[in-house]
């Protein structure tokens, strides 16, 4: 007997637009021999099945059901496919840990942590993990620019919850006005801002999963970066070309530090699911130095999990029954 699925997409945030964008890959590539699949959107204005034909029918949130053919629908488990809150940042796998429903994320805490930059690379330092000095800011709190001035620049400054780089800025100049203004523009987006120092060498991220009791990593993509960009912004992430290479072209002796690195990470954040870990290699240190955790990350034809998927051979298709599979478990 076929497994009831949820396919949860949409979100809170401006992520929602990535969200949907992941949603059409991934609802292209669901085994439907062995998963009836119902597609949830969860919106601001309501959560709602959108059926393949028809008018979108709301959820019970009360049990987490929904009607077909006059019939209840409980789910076995959840696909969960939203960038942002509610389902990066463990509101909604709390949600679904009270309804009993599994799913194909990290858990609610880890979840939480991850989301918040700054909580992550905290415990990811205290656990041996290689990571970059940082400071945080949080809205209503004073802060002193001068205290901002004293570190190694330049800096990045970005909302210390969120992701696909909204709100993020590279600051070279210690020019208060400068500072202020990239503070402000990640205030726009986030109520606690994180300022992190610079570290250079090759920016490198990989997909990350356990299958069947195992941890394995996926192969390792390098961003790199064009003449004249700054950093890798939202619209080199979606909407740029040529800035990826898959599988990266780096040593053995390199490949093997990140991907050791990675495994530990997942392991140390009790990680569950694909996650993206982003890296920045310093050679000269020979050490991988930890960014941040993407706990539900992209699925569009122009993110990188599915590259790295490509490039190991393994079918979209395979690869969502495997997480599928794993949260059964």
């Known amino acids: 007997m076929k497994k009831q699925i949820a396919f949860v997409t949409g979100g809170f945030s401006g992520e929602a637009q990535i969200s949907y964008e992941s949603a059409k890959t991934v609802e292209?590539?669901?085994?439907?021999?062995?998963?009836?699949?119902?597609?949830?959107?969860?919106?601001?204005?309501?959560?709602?099945?959108?059926?393949?034909?028809?008018?979108?029918?709301?959820?019970?949130?009360?049990?987490?059901?929904?009607?077909?053919?006059g019939k209840t629908v409980k789910f076995d488990a959840a696909l969960l496919v939203i960038h942002g809150t509610p389902g990066e940042d463990g509101k909604l796998q709390g949600y679904l840990d009270l309804m009993g429903v599994p799913y194909t994320s990290c858990d609610t805490t880890t979840?939480?942590?991850?989301?918040?930059?700054?909580?992550?690379?905290?415990?990811?330092?205290?656990?041996?993990i290689h990571v970059a000095k940082s400071a945080i800011l949080f809205k209503g709190q004073a802060y002193n620019i001068d205290d901002i001035k004293k570190m190694h620049f330049p800096l990045f400054v970005k909302?210390?919850?969120?992701?696909?780089?909204?709100?993020?800025?590279?600051?070279?100049?210690?020019?208060?006005?400068?500072?202020?203004?990239?503070?402000?523009?990640a205030f726009a987006v986030d109520d606690q801002v994180?300022?992190?120092?610079?570290?250079?060498?090759?920016?490198?991220?990989?997909?990350?999963?356990?299958?069947?009791?195992?941890?394995?990593?996926?192969?390792?993509?390098?961003?790199?970066?064009?003449?004249?960009?700054?950093?890798?912004?939202?619209?080199?992430?979606?909407?740029?070309?040529?800035?990826?290479?898959?599988?990266?072209d780096a040593?053995?002796?390199?490949?093997?530090?990140?991907q050791e690195t990675a495994k530990k990470v997942y392991q140390?954040?009790?990680?569950?699911?694909?996650?993206?870990i982003d890296f920045i290699y310093n050679e000269t240190k020979d050490e991988p130095y930890l960014l941040e955790v993407n706990t539900v990350p992209g699925q569009t034809a122009a993110s990188l999990v599915p590259q790295q998927l490509a490039a190991m051979k393994w079918s979209l298709k395979d690869f969502y029954t495997a997480l599928i599979e794993e949260a059964l478990v």
């Open 28 to 69: 292209q590539n669901i085994d439907r021999d062995l998963f009836d699949v119902y597609k949830i959107d969860i919106t601001p204005d309501g959560w709602y099945y959108i059926p393949t034909e028809g008018v979108r029918l709301p959820v019970d949130k009360s049990h987490f059901t929904v009607q077909k053919e």
């Open 111 to 128: 979840s939480a942590l991850t989301f918040n930059k700054r909580f992550t690379v905290a415990v990811a330092s205290f656990g041996g």
């Open 159 to 185: 909302p210390n919850n969120g992701g696909s780089s909204i709100g993020m800025s590279k600051l070279e100049s210690k020019h208060p006005e400068d500072i202020q203004a990239a503070i402000d523009k």
């Open 194 to 248: 994180l300022i992190e120092e610079f570290i250079k060498g090759r920016e490198f991220t990989i997909g990350v999963l356990k299958t069947k009791g195992e941890i394995i990593t996926l192969p390792m993509t390098e961003i790199l970066k064009p003449e004249g960009m700054n950093f890798f912004d939202f619209e080199a992430k979606y909407h740029g070309k040529d800035l990826e290479v898959t599988p990266a």
């Open 251 to 258: 040593s053995e002796h390199m490949t093997q530090k990140v």
């Open 268 to 276: 140390l954040l009790n990680c569950k699911g694909i996650i993206r």
